[in-house]
């Protein structure tokens, strides 16, 4: 079962406000991932770190989400400007580091931009 | 480009009927191929996972198939139980290290009929 914890569980923000979102990954995982799923069930990978550096990130992530892994602290994604195709599920994810092994989920947190 | 594409999108069997899911890829880089089960309202939950290096992988009653001279691999659901109700999803990873990102697939839904 994953430990990945994920707060808040819902979220529903007006569109140009930002949204923010926490993760706190499995102990010991030094990777965490962003994905976002749409309604479609499409994921998206938006970021990932290991330990606090960013290790790759997609345009629209760089250009309208700021995202941390602080050590010793929950990491966060946060959109600057929500907007409404925002609205997703947004996934955390933790991985060790060793080449092929799984990758554990957190429950999510659904973003309603209205 | 989608580099993996599941099928069918939808799935419906009998209570103790095998449920099989398939799974299709292009990037021949891909070398980890786990896959997802994820309930409503919930995060994916990590059922299975296989590398390249094998051709079957079993837990209870899940299978992996891998054929990786044709890009393809299922999943088999035996004796299936109501409670397996939910979307399974294909995801991939590559040779480029543990902290690659997973691709995923679009999903099946399967309806486990009692």
């Known amino acids: 079962n994953s430990k990945v914890i994920q707060t808040p569980r819902y979220l529903v923000k007006g569109q140009g406000q930002k949204a923010k979102m926490r993760c706190i990954p499995e102990?010991?995982?030094?990777?965490v991932f962003w994905y976002q799923q749409n309604k479609n069930n499409e994921f998206k990978f938006l970021i990932n770190?290991?330990?606090?550096?960013?290790?790759?990130q997609i345009d629209m992530t760089e250009k309208r989400f700021s995202a941390e892994c602080p050590s010793n602290s929950p990491c966060s994604l946060e959109i600057q400007s929500s907007e409404a195709g925002d609205s997703a599920l947004y996934l955390c994810a933790s991985r060790p580091g060793q080449t092929n092994t799984e990758v554990f989920f957190g429950k999510g947190t659904r973003l309603t931009v209205v | 480009q989608q580099q993996v594409r599941q099928s069918p999108q939808s799935l419906t069997v009998w209570e103790g009927e095998t449920a099989i899911l398939n799974c299709s890829y292009e990037d021949s880089t891909f070398n980890y191929f786990p896959w997802y089960q994820q309930f409503p309202g919930e995060g994916p939950a990590l059922l299975i996972s296989i590398s390249s290096v094998s051709d079957k992988k079993e837990d209870g009653r899940f299978t992996i198939f891998f054929n990786k001279r044709e890009k393809k691999l299922s999943l088999h659901i035996t004796d299936s139980q109501p409670g397996d109700s939910a979307t399974y999803f294909c995801?991939?990873?590559?040779?480029?290290?543990?902290?690659?990102?997973?691709?995923f697939g679009s999903g099946t839904k399967v309806i486990v009929l009692p």
């Open positions: 995801a991939a990873s590559d040779k480029t290290g543990f902290a690659s990102a997973l691709t």
């Open positions: 102990k010991g995982h030094p990777v």
């Open positions: 770190f290991q330990n606090q550096e960013v290790l790759q």
